[in-house]
T-cell receptor, first 112, second 109 residues
Framework: EAQVTQNPRYLITVTGKKLTVTCSQN?????MSWYRQDPGLGLRQIYY???????DKGDVPEGYKVSRKEKRNFPLILESPSPNQTSLYFC???????????FGPGTRLTVT | AQRVTQPEKLLSVFKGAPVELKCNYS??????LFWYVQYSRQRLQLLLR??SRESIKGFTADLNKGETSFHLKKPFAQEEDSAMYYC???????????FGTGTQLKVEL
């Protein structure tokens, strides 16, 4: 089944403890993105990648890192999480510009 | 900077009534506009995009460049239309999307 998967789906952690949220797609898509969804703010793009080893900042990149070493994977890294990064995170992929984005199921992160 | 505004957080209508979800944008170039929908316990998914000019599940949206709007409309609301709707704008391609804050549509019997 063609899909975008994220792990973990739920994570509770403490301030400062490094974490990684994985994202994988099996559709051979070139483009991948990370978003965070917050009440009243909608979805905001964190980072996106146009292909392997090509990444760029979205609208809210502070406090996050990404890497794209393989086409199918696009992990989101929080080196030192803080409570204001408590949010619902979505990964998405698309085959090229102008195509719809396919979203993962979301990862609910709580930083205490 | 590009911006998408959805003025209504919640829109409640009765089944069979017309629906209009408002979306206004600000962008100096030629925008690509989309509507995404998130049903309860499901993933966010594309509903329609303005370049395709198609009707999906009875919904249509027309790009009005003069009013910088991309309102989503349906003549007769159905219970299964209850969901969260996001308007989104792409600058020069579908990958870099700016989303609005979303409108929760509730269709009551």
């Amino acid at each position: 089944e063609a899909q975008v998967t994220q792990n973990p789906r739920y994570l509770i952690t403490v301030t400062g403890k490094k974490l990684t949220v994985t994202c994988s797609q099996n559709m051979n898509h070139e483009y991948m993105s990370w978003y965070r969804q917050d009440p009243g703010l909608g979805l905001r793009q964190i980072y996106y990648s146009m292909n392997v080893e090509v990444t760029d900042k979205g609208d809210v990149p502070e406090g996050y890192k990404v890497s794209r070493k393989e086409k199918r994977n696009f992990p989101l890294i929080l080196e030192s999480p803080s409570p204001n990064q408590t949010s619902l995170y979505f990964c998405a992929s698309s085959p090229r510009n102008d195509y719809e984005q396919y979203f993962g199921p979301g990862t609910r992160l709580t930083v205490t | 900077a590009q911006r998408v505004t959805q003025p209504e957080k919640l829109l409640s209508v009765f089944k069979g009534a017309p629906v209009e979800l408002k979306c206004n944008y600000s962008y100096s170039g030629s925008p690509e506009l989309f509507w995404y929908v998130q049903y309860s316990r499901q993933r966010l998914q594309l509903l329609l995009r303005h370049i395709s000019r198609e009707s999906i599940k009875g919904f249509t949206a027309d790009l009005n460049k003069g009013e910088t709007s991309f309102h989503l409309k349906k003549p007769f609301a159905q219970e299964e239309d209850s969901a969260m709707y996001y308007c989104a704008l792409s600058k020069g391609g579908g990958n870099k999307l700016t989303f609005g804050t979303g409108t929760q549509l509730k269709v009551e019997l």
